[in-house]
């Protein structure tokens, strides 16, 4: 009896081990020793988060993904603090799980989440989902360091609160075609529409978008629209000198620009580089940054196609991209610009942009001395690219073996007065009507569908933003940048620091575990059961 006993015990410790083990791993039970409590979930983050629960889209659940084993997010500390929050997040909130693939050894798992198809995802990343709709960012992210680069605070309830409300937003983000000027749109049930452009909108479908469309001399770009889409227009905007003088008059191009500089709005624009009638439209694209050449480029070396022939694949101007670190466009497509064997992307019928601003990248938004309006190349052509235009005297070679801005954007930036927040608006010129078209993004042989998917992805954002109770880079947040450090380094071993109670110095435990595991404290425990189990049994045989 004696040793089935001890058998039973044996299995029976070793099945609670197995148990504990489980529960710790996915439920964080631990006792939080940091006096930051950087491990414990404040009130207003559950107050903050408790839509969480309210939400009700079916079988959808909120997922918090770690790209890295358990074992590797806790041996760090700037990826141990999130991976709890997250862990006691699953405790808190039934609609929300959390899960952990490897990157590095299982990457299939999180493919859908590259935005293209050469994108790294790192073991560091973290990615929030709900549905369709994600976000990915840097553990690093959910920490406020200092201009040395050395961490003096927790930011990641503030961050992580902000994600959740971003993806689990109601409407989804909306992206409009604008139509009446001849352009080439496609929307499901619209006859007037075109299937030259249902690359475009499958791709903007395929990243979450409901696509629409717009008639802006008739109407007000929808309140939830983050992206608009100007596609070879054939004739100008409207500007009606007739009703210049009306009190509610809106040009086309004045809500354009309104919602530009109101709406932290996108918008991407294919023209054709002939069409010399969209004066209204280029003078406001002109305000923009972007000066269009109306000579079409050709590269006799760097094409795809018997030069000068007529077949299908003539004449496509191979892009060039850039590959300077601290570039908008490496910061877009860097994974291509990265790999000697990348993918070409490819120019039809193309014309070149240059820069409107005078002798400059960067201006000064009119009327305002901090918001500024900086143009940015996005890809060029080889140093072995002429442009020519038809005259009446011939063809005019008006630029000759150099490299031609083939597509651009320019990028407002301004900072929220209140929140601190950093915001902005984006502007994409192709001078190419051909640039969103269904040969081009749908074919595996080029990385059109990959670098204009990178592309929306980059501009669309139009995040949400968690209330100042939790911290927030602002000035204004009641707590800010989150959970201050009492120790001015976050440190990952045991530090000797001096104490300012006394005259000495002293040796602080390591900031970074500050926590006791409950499975510790009951792996102790559950040893001492049986044994005590057995004292008292024997006591009470030999004197009860």
């Known amino acids: 009896m004696f040793t089935l006993i001890t058998v039973g015990i044996i299995l029976a410790v070793l099945l609670l081990n197995y ?19 950087l491990y414990t979930l404040s009130d207003e983050m559950k107050s903050e988060c408790a839509f969480v629960d309210e939400l009700d889209d079916g079988d959808k ?26 862990l006691q997040m699953q405790r808190e909130y039934d609609n929300l799980s959390v899960k952990t693939f490897n990157a590095t050894y299982n990457p299939t798992a999180l493919s859908k989440y590259k935005t293209t198809s050469l994108s790294e995802i790192a073991q560091d990343d973290v990615i929030i989902s709900y549905g369709n709709t994600y976000r990915i960012v840097s553990a690093d992210s959910f920490w406020m360091k200092t201009s040395e680069g050395s961490y003096f ?6 961050k992580m609160a902000s994600l959740l ?11 409009c075609f604008t139509k009446g000027h001849g352009e080439t749109y496609y929307a499901d049930g619209d006859p007037s529409s075109s ?11 395929e990243r979450g978008f409901d696509v629409k469309t717009v008639d802006l001399s ?18 100008d905007f409207v500007y009606d000198t007739d009703k210049s003088d009306v009190f509610d008059y809106t040009s086309e191009t004045k809500k354009l620009d309104r919602y530009l500089r109101e709406k932290q709005g996108a918008i991407m624009v294919a023209r054709d580089y002939a069409n010399t009638e969209l004066e209204n439209l280029d003078s406001f694209l002109y305000e923009w940054g972007f000066d269009f050449g109306n000579a079409q480029v050709a590269d006799a070396s760097n094409h795809i196609g018997s030069y000068g022939d007529d077949s299908k694949d003539a004449d496509k101007i191979l892009g060039v991209y850039n590959t300077e670190e601290d570039s908008y466009a490496n910061a877009v497509y860097g994974e291509f610009a990265a790999i000697t064997s990348a993918p070409h992307t490819v120019f039809v019928n193309t014309g070149y942009i240059e820069c409107s601003f005078y002798e400059t990248d960067t201006k000064l938004e009119d009327g305002s001395s901090n918001v500024t309006i900086t143009y940015n190349p996005f890809m060029t052509s080889y140093k072995t690219a002429i442009a020519t235009k038809i005259t009446a005297d011939g063809t005019e070679t008006v630029k000759k073996e150099e490299a031609l801005d083939l597509a651009a954007v320019t990028v407002r930036y301004a900072l929220d007065e209140v929140t601190s927040e950093a915001e902005y608006s984006y502007v994409f010129c192709s001078n190419s009507k051909d640039f969103f078209s269904n040969d081009l993004l749908y074919s595996n042989s080029y990385a059109n569908f990959d670098i204009v998917s990178a592309l929306v992805n980059n501009i669309s954002r139009v995040d949400q933003y968690a209330s100042m109770e939790l911290g927030g880079s602002s000035m204004n947040s009641k ?13 990952e071993t045991p530090a000797t620091v001096y104490n300012p109670d006394a005259t000495y110095k002293e040796t602080l435990e390591a900031i970074t575990p500050g926590v006791k595991r409950t499975a510790v404290i009951i792996a102790v425990i559950a040893p001492l059961v049986p044994l005590t189990a057995c004292i008292v049994i024997r006591i009470k045989r030999k004197y009860l």
Do not use: H, W
């Open 19 to 37: 148990l504990l083990t489980y529960l710790t791993g996915k439920n964080a039970l631990y006792v939080d020793l940091t006096p930051e409590t």
């Open 61 to 86: 659940e909120i997922e918090i993904i770690f790209c890295a084993d358990p074992d590797s997010l806790e041996s760090s500390v700037v990826t141990r603090v999130p991976y709890f929050m997250a």
């Open 153 to 158: 605070s927790y930011n990641g309830e503030y």
């Open 165 to 175: 409300m971003s993806v689990t937003a109601v409407n989804k983000p909306v992206a």
């Open 195 to 205: 299937s030259e452009a249902a690359g475009i909108y499958d791709l903007l479908s």
């Open 218 to 235: 008739k109407e007000e770009l929808p309140a939830d629209c983050t992206l608009v889409i100007i596609n070879n227009p054939l004739t």
């Open 479 to 491: 707590k800010y940048g989150g959970k201050q450090l009492v120790y001015d380094t976050l440190s």
